[in-house]
């Protein structure tokens, strides 16, 4: 940008017609005289003579986000900037990939310039930067072009993410890192602690795209944990490595619109056959609803009834007899929800998931981790749509006057902020907890922390998302422009607290939970 042409007020003046059309925009001037005809916002808007050949500044800072200037299609129209006389260069540039916000409260206060922390180390700060980066400049514009059109996230993203062992790591700190090169090298393996896998998901949450996350492989974080845990030998050298290099995709198979997630109400069911040769096989039949990335899934890890009351977890590929159908949900198709059918599907033996009829623990292994990555996305969200509000009522004026010198906005903003730090501060400690405790400790003394968490956590976003709509007014319904963040929030916000346990459920099982460590002996 130091080479422009330096061009005055005066000769920016003289381009203010149709055909020959100028405009100032933070210190850089745009030749417009083309694209006026293309402009999103119609053609009338430039030729206002407020705007032809004048700074525009102030205007286009009201009716677009930052990110536009950003557009190399839009870099291009610029000519020149304003002399060196008068201006010191742009101020209002979008901040640089793997940059923190700068916002009061726009950040986790661990983050914040001159906060410390008790419970993040250096390599906590280098490896959050490191995923910033590669989260804005890699993945958000896939991220926004998918939550547009539908389609599953873009194989280069997969491959991308694959690269820098992304994948690997969203199944936590364990054995299954050892010898990969993590974001490059920015961290050891044997570094990497769950505090690490939640800014992971965090920074995957303030991208503000709900559904792509989603698809992103939400589906593979809770399928692949029971062949993890439960898969032969041989199934986890075929399966895990595909997975973690993106070359093939797996999902949960569980729920059915028979019974919900009720698995004692599951109807889809297996029978043990024996062949001539002796090879023995499961014949599976019936239906999956809901299976997040189930549209490109190329296992599917399936609950089944196998016998009287016995429930089972086996891997699926699919083949002959799998069929999989994309459902319209309110959140985009990115995500890849699907139906599942399997029409006497004949899966090997070897690939069942722990004991025969024993499926219910196979699969309640993994319960607390799915809800506590939903709460580092949940977390990382609200804080985005924070952020947002903040930005937008201070910059928002009306009626002559910044919007957030409404004493209701300020009260909206202080309710928000509550909201966010509290939730912050949960997570966290839940999260060092986990650090601190085997498996087993955590089912124990987590499982309803995190539960109650996750009620929090949707109830709170839920009552962010409506302050936030509040705020935005008209800008929060529509899914481009200045609101598009919040609008994704506001139509994806209550899914967090369906997916993973409802909020009732969960709120049920905390104080369970809690019920059941009750000494008997305490009384008033
Ligand atoms: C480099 C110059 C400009 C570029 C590249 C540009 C680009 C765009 C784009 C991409 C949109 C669609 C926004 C969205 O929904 O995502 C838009 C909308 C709009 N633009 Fe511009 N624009 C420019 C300058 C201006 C200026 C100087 C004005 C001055 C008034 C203006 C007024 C509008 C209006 C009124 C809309 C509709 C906003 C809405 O639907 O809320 N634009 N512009």
Not at 66 to 93: D, F, N, Q
Not at 111 to 140: I, P, T
Not at 231 to 243: D, H, L, N, R, T
Request: glycine share 10%; net charge positive; aromatic share 8%.
């Amino acid at each position: 940008m130091s080479n422009l042409r330096e061009i005055t007020i005066e000769e920016v003046e003289k381009h203010s017609s149709e055909g020959d059309l100028w405009v100032i925009i933070d210190t850089l001037v745009y030749d417009l005289s083309k694209f006026y005809k293309m402009h999103p916002g119609g053609m009338g808007v430039l030729l206002d003579p407020r705007v032809a050949g004048k700074d525009a500044t102030t205007a286009f800072f009201s009716l677009h986000r930052a990110e536009v200037l950003a557009k190399p299609a839009y870099k291009r129209l610029i000519v020149g900037s304003l002399p060196k006389s008068i201006s010191t260069g742009p101020k209002l540039l979008p901040p640089k990939h793997d940059e923190l916000s700068k916002v009061p409260y726009g950040e986790a206060m661990w983050l914040g310039d001159g906060y410390s922390s008790a419970y993040h180390n250096e390599s906590h700060r280098r490896f959050q930067k490191a995923v910033r980066g590669f989260m804005r400049e890699v993945v958000l514009p896939d991220a926004m072009a998918c939550e547009e059109n539908g389609k599953r996230a873009s194989q280069k993203v997969f491959d991308a993410l694959a690269e820098k062992n992304i994948i690997a790591m969203r199944f936590g700190p364990g054995p299954h890192l050892k010898g990969l090169k993590l974001m490059d090298g920015v961290i050891q393996p044997e570094e990497f602690d769950f505090f690490h896998e939640s800014i992971l998901t965090y920074e995957l949450g303030r991208l503000g795209t709900r559904g792509y996350f989603d698809g992103l492989l939400a589906g593979g974080v809770i399928g692949l944990p029971p062949i993890l845990n439960y898969g032969s030998p041989a199934i986890k050298a075929k399966i895990i490595p595909e997975v973690f290099q993106a070359k093939k995709f797996i999902c949960l198979a569980i729920t059915e619109a028979f019974a919900g997630s009720d698995v004692s109400g599951l109807q889809a069911s297996a029978e043990l056959v024996t062949e001539e040769d002796g090879k023995k096989y499961w014949v599976v039949t019936g239906t999956k609803k809901w299976i997040t990335n189930g549209t490109y899934a190329d296992y599917f890890t399936t609950g089944v009834r196998t016998g009287e009351n016995g429930f089972t977890v086996m891997v699926i590929p699919r083949g002959d007899g799998v069929e999989t159908k994309a459902i319209k949900t309110s959140y985009s198709s990115t995500a890849g929800t699907a139906y599942v059918t399997f029409d006497r599907v004949k899966v090997p033996v070897e690939n069942t998931l722990g004991e025969v009829g024993k499926g219910m623990k196979v699969i309640l292994q993994n319960f607390n981790h799915e809800r506590w990555m939903m709460n580092c996305i949940s977390a990382g969200s609200m804080r985005l749509v924070v952020e947002e509000c903040l930005k937008w009522s201070n910059q928002r004026f009306v009626f002559g006057k910044p919007l957030v010198s409404q004493p209701v906005i300020r009260h909206k903003l202080a309710n928000m902020i509550a909201r966010v730090e509290a939730v912050q501060s949960w997570l966290e400690n839940i999260t060092y907890q986990m650090t601190q405790m085997s498996h087993k400790e955590q089912s124990d003394k987590l499982a309803g922390q995190i539960a109650l968490l996750k009620m929090f956590i949707t109830r709170s976003g839920q009552q962010t998302a409506e302050d936030a709509a509040q705020i935005f007014g008209g800008r929060s319904l529509t899914q481009t422009g200045m609101g598009r963040i919040i609008e994704n929030y506001r139509r994806t916000a209550a899914f967090d607290a369906i997916l993973g346990g409802v909020e009732d459920v969960l709120g049920d099982l905390g104080v369970r939970q809690a019920m059941k460590h009750m000494p008997p002996n305490v009384r008033l």
